[in-house]
């Protein structure tokens, strides 16, 4: 049956169901949405029930309605941000109607005054709401405009340094960090989604077409309960949605390598940049399927490139050709009114001519990497009463390593220097051609809130939340195709010169006790798993201008690497903490103080060393000579002229 055809009735007969479940196994993060809540009062402070009061938006699939309740307290939850019209109506009073953004994660305040109306009079007060609420969580929140008109970078980490807190970490590009936290341990989110990768701590890049991205999030402190796994902070980002009007977007972006002065080193060696100019295209493209009803979003990203590449030590250059398309679609459905399902996937392959290494620093590396990456989510938001509230959602990304078969020539292993500066030269690192390397992940959350008002105490917006993220990782690490590195300095002239053979390669040089052959001895195909359970309960507490920010969070790890090897079993409570005290109560000016203990990611990179999950058992041999040079010095690559100095082997 097409889901069109489901009756209102029943819509809200699955809702529940889905609900009645939630509650029945707790209840999680991924937040891609806003709230708006306020309070409706007489002149003289009487709080007034049975107020209709409607939020209407272009951002908004048709409208919501709420009554507020018997202290005049109101609630929309999973509102898209964007801007918006809220309109204030009972019988007999005056209709008020205010302006409001809501923005990504946060909460916006829009309390109304009413007046009795004279029998004649139909007037309509108008003004604007107060701006964001603000509670003691330290959050930032950029639009895609702002970001448009900012000379800046579009990638997630180069807008989440904007926020206060927050610092590029220059040794690794694409890491970010956020209040004095590891770099590799923050929370990237795209629609909800966790797109970390799990060896290295950056966002998952081929997921995220920065023209698609409506609004980027950033929190630095006081975060509540409802997110785990870091120990930095959070970025949290969603990608734009569609409307009843039809829109789009085209971006071309420009580089070439003669837009930078050669440098010092490049001059020495009689390097001059190549004038080519390249481009990205970026395009997108929202509208309706069904006005206010079903809504669709197309996103793309392309590029194809070569640009020119320089080498350290030699001065060589090759030109690096690169190509890489990411799309995005995505679907919006208004199931019923305050009943929303979203859908979306991307999909995305890079294939790049290159050298292992920034510091690899001859030709004779060069290989095609092809990086398969895709990221699929699906969530549903529901209103089941006026105060009662649940989400379910479910994702998966994938990511990984491809190349073709290395050659298996035992001259042909690649070298690197062993007490010259840092290099690599000769054959080709990494075997990802009878090795590949996956990066996944999986995550499935549900949660369950209440908003509750009372006369006394205020107000309360209490959520209960679970999540299963499991982090995937394949692959044995395995750093060449015939399991060997040396380490040995390359021939050098009397003047420290490099010395390159007749097809422009540097030259190893095998000399007694100042050459290793280290076997790596990895386990092909390995696999592991990292599960992380999380349960955790947060509640808002408002009372006059207090607001609370009080939760517990719960996370539980094991992981299991090949062969039936525990690499983590443990388990953890988090407590948060945050007040804060609105002075004037109009957000101008605000007290606030934080206490949080977290609970850092278990990355597969660290855990998986006593397995052979990305950690090959190795050993190493030292040279006993006799002294020569090249690839095709026949006692170099004989084991017999080596000594057994070092064994080094996974283990618990």
Same mark, same amino acid.
Not at 216 to 243: C, D, H, L, P, Y
Not at 296 to 320: I, K, M
Not at 479 to 495: C, G, K, L, M, R
């Given at each position: 049956?097409?889901?069109?055809?489901?009756?209102?009735?029943?819509?809200?007969?699955?809702?529940?169901?889905?609900?009645?479940?939630? /509650?029945?196994?707790?209840?999680?993060?991924?937040?891609?949405?806003?709230?708006?809540?306020?309070?409706?009062?007489?002149?003289?402070?009487?709080?007034?029930?049975?107020?209709?009061?409607?939020?209407?938006?272009?951002?908004?699939?048709?409208?919501?309605?709420?009554?507020?309740?018997?202290?005049?307290?109101?609630?929309?939850?999973?509102?898209?941000?964007?801007?918006?019209?809220?309109?204030?109506?009972?019988?007999?009073?005056?209709?008020?109607?205010?302006?409001?953004?809501?923005?990504?994660?946060?909460?916006?305040?829009?309390?109304?005054?009413?007046?009795?109306?004279?029998?004649?009079?139909?007037?309509?007060?108008?003004?604007?709401?107060?701006?964001?609420?603000?509670?003691?969580?330290?959050?930032?929140?950029?639009?895609?405009?702002?970001?448009?008109?900012?000379?800046?970078?579009?990638?997630?980490?180069? =807008?989440?340094?904007?926020?206060?807190?927050?610092?590029?970490?220059?040794?690794?590009?694409?890491?970010?960090?956020?209040?004095?936290?590891?770099?590799?341990?923050?929370?990237?989110?795209?629609?909800?989604?966790?797109?970390?990768?799990?060896?290295?701590?950056?966002?998952?890049?081929?997921?995220?077409?920065?023209?698609?991205? /409506?609004?980027?999030?950033?929190?630095?402190?006081?975060?509540?309960?409802?997110?785990?796994?870091?120990?930095?902070?959070?970025?949290?980002?969603?990608?734009?949605?569609?409307?009843?009007?039809?829109?789009?977007?085209?971006?071309?972006?420009?580089?070439?390598?003669?837009?930078?002065?050669?440098?010092?080193?490049?001059?020495?060696?009689?390097?001059?940049?190549?004038?080519?100019?390249?481009?990205?295209?970026?395009?997108?493209?929202?509208?309706?399927?069904?006005?206010?009803?079903?809504?669709?979003?197309?996103?793309?990203?392309?590029?194809?490139?070569?640009?020119?590449?320089?080498?350290?030590?030699?001065?060589?250059?090759?030109?690096?050709?690169?190509?890489?398309?990411?799309?995005?679609?995505?679907?919006?459905?208004?199931?019923?009114?305050?009943?929303?399902?979203?859908?979306?996937?991307?999909?995305?392959?890079?294939?790049?001519?290159?050298?292992?290494?920034?510091?690899?620093?001859?030709?004779?590396?060069?290989?095609?990497?092809?990086?398969?990456?895709?990221?699929?989510?699906?969530?549903?938001?529901?209103?089941?009463?006026?105060?009662?509230?649940?989400?379910?959602?479910?994702?998966?990304?994938?990511?990984?390593?491809?190349?073709?078969?290395?050659?298996?020539?035992?001259?042909?292993?690649?070298?690197?220097?062993?007490?010259?500066?840092?290099?690599?030269?000769?054959?080709?690192?990494?075997?990802?051609?009878?090795?590949?390397?996956?990066?996944?992940?999986?995550?499935?959350?549900?949660?369950?809130?209440?908003?509750?008002?009372? /006369?006394? /105490?205020?107000?309360?917006?209490?959520?209960?939340?679970?999540?299963?993220?499991?982090?995937?990782?394949?692959?044995?690490?395995?750093?060449?195709?015939?399991?060997?590195?040396?380490?040995?300095?390359?021939?050098?002239?009397?003047?420290?010169?490099?010395?390159?053979?007749?097809?422009?390669?540097?030259?190893?040089?095998?000399?007694?006790?100042?050459?290793?052959?280290?076997?790596?001895?990895?386990?092909?195909?390995?696999?592991?798993?990292?599960?992380?359970?999380?349960?955790?309960?947060?509640?808002?507490?408002?009372?006059?201008?207090?607001?609370?920010?009080?939760?517990?969070?719960?996370?539980?790890?094991?992981?299991?690497?090949?062969?039936? =090897?525990?690499?983590?079993?443990?388990?953890?409570?988090?407590?948060?903490?945050?007040?804060?005290?609105?002075?004037?109560?109009?957000?101008?000016?605000?007290?606030?103080?934080?206490?949080?203990?977290?609970?850092?990611?278990?990355?597969?990179?660290?855990?998986?060393?006593?397995?052979?999950?990305?950690?090959?058992?190795?050993?190493?041999?030292?040279?006993?000579?006799?002294?020569?040079?090249?690839?095709?010095?026949?006692?170099?690559?004989?084991?017999?002229?080596?000594?057994?100095?070092?064994?080094?082997?996974?283990?618990?």
């Amino acid at each position: 049956m097409s889901p069109f055809r489901y009756r209102k009735a029943l819509a809200f007969g699955i809702a529940a169901a889905i609900g009645f479940l939630i /509650a029945a196994i707790g209840a999680a993060q991924a937040v891609q949405t806003g709230t708006l809540t306020g309070n409706v009062q007489l002149a003289d402070g009487t709080a007034i029930p049975g107020v209709s009061v409607t939020a209407s938006s272009p951002s908004l699939q048709g409208t919501r309605t709420q009554t507020s309740g018997a202290n005049g307290d109101y609630i929309f939850k999973f509102l898209p941000p964007g801007a918006y019209v809220v309109r204030f109506e009972l019988a007999g009073m005056q209709t008020v109607t205010k302006t409001a953004s809501v923005e990504l994660g946060g909460t916006t305040r829009v309390d109304a005054g009413l007046e009795v109306a004279a029998a004649a009079e139909a007037v309509t007060v108008t003004g604007d709401a107060l701006e964001l609420e603000k509670t003691a969580v330290h959050q930032s929140n950029y639009g895609a405009e702002m970001v448009q008109q900012l000379p800046v970078g579009r990638r997630l980490d180069q =807008i989440a340094v904007l926020a206060p807190g927050v610092t590029a970490n220059t040794p690794n590009v694409g890491q970010v960090q956020i209040s004095g936290g590891f770099a590799y341990d923050n929370l990237i989110l795209l629609n909800g989604v966790d797109i970390i990768d799990n060896q290295f701590g950056d966002a998952t890049t081929g997921v995220v077409i920065e023209e698609a991205i /409506a609004e980027t999030q950033v929190m630095s402190s006081g975060i509540s309960a409802e997110f785990g796994r870091f120990s930095g902070g959070v970025v949290n980002a969603i990608t734009k949605s569609g409307g009843n009007e039809l829109s789009g977007s085209f971006r071309a972006d420009f580089t070439n390598t003669d837009w930078a002065d050669e440098n010092p080193f490049e001059e020495s060696n009689d390097v001059v940049h190549e004038d080519d100019l390249f481009t990205t295209y970026s395009a997108t493209l929202g509208g309706s399927l069904v006005h206010d009803r079903l809504w669709f979003f197309l996103a793309g990203r392309f590029y194809d490139e070569s640009p020119q590449e320089v080498l350290p030590v030699t001065g060589q250059t090759y030109n690096s050709d690169d190509t890489e398309y990411r799309v995005e679609g995505k679907l919006t459905w208004n199931v019923a009114s305050g009943h929303s399902v979203t859908a979306a996937y991307t999909d995305s392959n890079r294939e790049v001519l290159r050298t292992s290494f920034g510091f690899t620093a001859d030709l004779d590396d060069l290989w095609v990497e092809k990086d398969p990456t895709d990221l699929f989510v699906a969530s549903y938001n529901g209103v089941l009463t006026s105060n009662l509230f649940a989400t379910v959602q479910f994702s998966q990304k994938q990511f990984g390593f491809r190349a073709d078969a290395g050659s298996t020539r035992i001259e042909d292993s690649p070298f690197l220097t062993f007490n010259q500066a840092t290099a690599h030269y000769n054959g080709r690192y990494f075997d990802y051609g009878t090795d590949p390397e996956d990066r996944d992940n999986r995550q499935i959350s549900a949660s369950l809130s209440h908003f509750l008002s009372t /006369a006394s /105490a205020g107000t309360h917006d209490i959520k209960g939340g679970a999540e299963l993220y499991q982090s995937l990782a394949t692959g044995g690490n395995s750093q060449s195709a015939t399991d060997v590195v040396f380490f040995a300095d390359y021939a050098v002239d009397a003047d420290e010169n490099p010395i390159l053979d007749a097809d422009g390669n540097l030259i190893p040089s095998f000399a007694p006790f100042n050459v290793l052959w280290v076997n790596w001895r990895p386990d092909r195909g390995a696999e592991s798993n990292i599960d992380t359970w999380s349960f955790y309960v947060n509640d808002i507490w408002r009372i006059g201008n207090f607001t609370a920010n009080v939760g517990l969070r719960y996370e539980q790890v094991k992981g299991e690497a090949e062969g039936g =090897i525990t690499i983590a079993d443990e388990s953890s409570f988090v407590p948060r903490l945050g007040l804060s005290y609105d002075v004037q109560g109009d957000g101008k000016y605000v007290l606030s103080g934080t206490y949080g203990q977290y609970s850092g990611r278990y990355q597969d990179a660290i855990f998986n060393r006593i397995s052979n999950v990305g950690n090959p058992d190795l050993v190493y041999y030292i040279y006993l000579g006799p002294e020569g040079q090249g690839t095709n010095f026949a006692p170099g690559f004989d084991l017999s002229n080596y000594a057994l100095v070092y064994g080094q082997f996974p283990e618990q």
